[in-house]
C-alpha cells in the first residue's frame, strides 16, 4: 500500500496550480473564457486580437504553464486506481495516457491563438483561421477526458476494499460526467451560437463546468476521508 | 456522508432472493438523475426555441416520421417490459429465464438502432442534416445522443450477459442488474418525452 497522504497533498497542489494558472490566465487576462461567439465578424475577431495583444499572450502563457500541473493530479490517480487492479494495471496506464491527451490537447490551442496574436498586422483571414483553428482544437476533443473518467469509473466500480480509492457514488458521477462532456465532437458543425456551438450551453458550459464540479467535488470527499481517518486514528487504509 | 449511503446499500437477505430498501446502487440513482437533468436541459432548449421560431418549428415536424418514431417508442416499451423480466428473474436466481429476456431485450434495442438507422437515412436523402437549421440540429443532436445512451445500454446488457454463466455469477450480479434495468427504464422514459416533443407537441 503506497502512503497516501503525502501523493494527496501533491494531487491538491497541482490542482490549485491548475486552477489558479488555468482560470486566471484564460478568464481574467487573455479574456479567452467563456468562449467568444463563433459568428463574430473577421473584424471583430482582428480587433480582439489587436486591442489585448500583450494581455492575451501574458494570459496564454500562464494558462499553458496551468495545463501541465494537470497531470501529477492525473498521475497520481492511477498510482491509487493500480493497487486495485491484479496483474497489468491496463486501465490506470490508459487513464494516464489520456490525460496526456486531454493536457495536449487543452494546451495546444493556446499556441495556435498566441500565433494569431504574435503578429497581428498580418492578413485578417490568416488572423481568423487561426482562431477558428483554436477554438476547435479546444472544444472538440474532450474523448480523452470522457476516457479518463470512464476509466476511474470501471477501477472504482471493481474497488471491493472496505475503504475503496474512490467512493462508488462518485464512480458513477464520474460516468456521468463522461456523458456530460460526449457532444462535444459537434462544435465544428455550427458556425453561428447555439447550445452546440463552442460557447454553446452544452458544449462548453455543461462539458467544461461538469469535470470542475466532479474534481472539486472528489477533493472535499477526499478531505473529509483524511479528517474521518485523523479521528478514528486509523492505520493504513489512509 | 459514506456510511449513510453503505448501509443503504447493504443487503437484507432472508429466505429465497433478496431484498433492498432500494432497488441497485445509489450511485445509479444519482447518475439517472444527473443525466436526467442534462436531457431537461435539452427539452427545455428545444422549447425555447421552438418558441423564438415557431413555423420553422412545424415545418420541420411535419417531415418526421411519426410512424417510425412511434414504431420505436413501442419497441422501447417492449424492451422495458422484458428488462424488468429480466431483472425479476435475476432475483429468483432463474438463470435461464434470466438470460432469455436479456437477450429479448438487446434484440429490441437493436431493432430500435435500426429504425434509427432507416429514419436517419431517409432525412439525410432527403437533405436534412444537422447543420440544416436549428429544428434538425436539435433533432439529430438530442436523438444522436439518446441513441448513444441505447448503444451504451446494449453494451452493459451484453456484459451482464456474456460475464454471467452460473447462479453464482448471477447472484453477485444482481445488484448490477438492477442497476442496468433502471438505466434501461431511463433511456426508455427519456426517448417518451423526446418522442413526444418532437414528433407529436403542435
Known sequence: ?238 | MMSAMDIGAEKASGGEGITYRYPAELGVWLFVFADMCIFAMYFAVFVWEKNLNPAMFTEGQASLSTQLGGLNTVVLLISSYFAAKAVHSARLFNIEVYKRFIKLTMFCGLIFLCVKFVEYSDKFSAGFDIATNAFYRNYFAFTGFHMLHVIFGLSFLAWLLFSVKTVEQLKEKTQAIEGAGLYWHMVDLLWVVLFSLLYLVP
Open chain 1, 1 to 238: 500500500m503506497t502512503e497516501r497522504k503525502p501523493l494527496i497533498i501533491v494531487a491538491v497542489v497541482s490542482m490549485l496550480m491548475t486552477t489558479i494558472l488555468y482560470a486566471g490566465g484564460m478568464f481574467y487576462i487573455s479574456g479567452f473564457l467563456p468562449p467568444p461567439s463563433p459568428g463574430l465578424s473577421q473584424l471583430e475577431v482582428v480587433g480582439f486580437y489587436q486591442q489585448n495583444h500583450t494581455a492575451i499572450i501574458a494570459g496564454l502563457t500562464m494558462a499553458f504553464v496551468g495545463t501541465g500541473f494537470m497531470l501529477p493530479l492525473c498521475v497520481i490517480g492511477s498510482v491509487f486506481m493500480a493497487e486495485v487492479e491484479e496483474g497489468f494495471p491496463y486501465f490506470s496506464v490508459m487513464q494516464a495516457l489520456s490525460a496526456l491527451a486531454t493536457v495536449i490537447f487543452t494546451a495546444l490551442p493556446n499556441f495556435i491563438w498566441m500565433t494569431a496574436a504574435f503578429r497581428v498586422d498580418r492578413s485578417p483571414e490568416l488572423i481568423t483561421m487561426l482562431h477558428d483553428l483554436g477554438w476547435i482544437m479546444w472544444a472538440t476533443p474532450s474523448w480523452g477526458f470522457a476516457f479518463q473518467l470512464i476509466c476511474v469509473a470501471v477501477v472504482g466500480l471493481k474497488d471491493k476494499r472496505p475503504k475503496p480509492f474512490i467512493s462508488r457514488w462518485m464512480s458513477y458521477l464520474a460516468l456521468w460526467v463522461a456523458v456530460g462532456v460526449a457532444p462535444t465532437p459537434l462544435v465544428p458543425f455550427f458556425i453561428e451560437a447555439g447550445p452546440f456551438a463552442w460557447n454553446g450551453l452544452f458544449t462548453f458550459w455543461v462539458a467544461f463546468f461538469s469535470p470542475i464540479f466532479w474534481i472539486a467535488l472528489l477533493f472535499v470527499v477526499i478531505a473529509n476521508d483524511i479528517r474521518a481517518g485523523q479521528q478514528e486514528t486509523v492505520t493504513g487504509s489512509i
